[in-house]
């Protein structure tokens, strides 16, 4: 499939420091990206999109950075909280119509905030 | 206002029964799509759905079928059910055209016996 989820890379962090997240993506055609937070039993949660004619956009706590030269995203998530322990995921949306589109989704990053 | 909801939450069924899931798209949101995660593959593309019409589908075999009303609630189902089967099931809306946020429900975790 497009997306694996065998083993998630795991992300250490002490309460307090600052997170950054990576993500490879494979299409150079994906026009839009979008950072989701799972936390564990709930379905995915939006934390911030960026366009592809951007290179970083910015949100409470979290900033989104875009290279599209090497296809590359991170989220960097500012003085990191324990509630901000979850799965962290990026998805590029592969446009097909005007109005058809599908996220293609990374395997998804573990994120574990040490108090 | 209300996000996503999708029914049921959680529910068990045999091998070779079927299973029908409902989604209720954020209001005003036209667009459903559907998707499948699993521990083995991750979050995968299902199908997508704009004013009644599969617009994309993804590789999914024929077992898998969905459809969207007028009132742009859709539901997904899934004939003859495999173990492999088994997984969240995770409804997504959005505003119609490009660019607009896609939000997800809570999912519905369908296990096969």
């Known amino acids: 499939g497009e997306s694996v989820g065998l083993h998630l890379p795991t992300l250490s962090v002490q309460e307090g420091d600052n997170s950054i997240i990576n993500c490879a993506y494979s299409?150079?055609?994906?026009?839009?990206f979008i950072w989701y937070k799972q936390e564990s039993g709930k379905g995915p949660q939006f934390i911030i999109d960026?366009?592809?004619?951007?290179d970083k956009r910015q949100g409470q706590r979290v900033t989104v950075l875009l290279n599209k030269t090497v296809k590359h995203l991170s989220l960097q998530i500012a003085a990191t909280q324990p509630g901000d322990s979850a799965v962290y995921f990026c998805?590029?949306?592969?446009?097909?119509?005007?109005?058809?589109?599908?996220?293609?989704f990374g395997a998804g990053t573990i994120l574990r905030v040490k108090s | 206002k209300a996000g996503v909801t999708q029914t049921p939450r959680y529910l068990i069924k045999t091998r070779g029964q079927q299973v029908t899931l409902s989604c209720s798209p954020i209001?005003?949101?036209?667009?459903v799509s559907w998707y499948q995660q699993t521990p083995g593959q991750g979050l995968q593309f299902l199908f997508e759905?704009?004013?009644?019409?599969?617009?994309n589908k993804g590789n999914f075999p024929g077992r898998f079928s969905g459809r969207q009303f007028s009132n742009s609630r859709s539901e997904m189902n899934v004939s003859t059910l495999e173990l492999g089967d088994s997984a969240l099931y995770l409804c997504?809306?959005?505003?119609?055209?490009?660019?607009?946020?896609?939000?997800f429900g809570e999912g519905s975790w369908l296990t096969v016996v």
């Open positions: 759905y704009f004013s009644e019409t599969q617009r």
């Open positions: 209001s005003g949101h036209r667009s």
């Open positions: 998805a590029e949306r592969r446009r097909f119509t005007e109005y058809g589109n599908k996220l293609v």
């Open positions: 997504a809306s959005s505003l119609v055209g490009g660019g607009n946020t896609i939000y």
């Open positions: 299409n150079s055609a994906s026009d839009y």
């Open positions: 960026i366009r592809s004619n951007m």
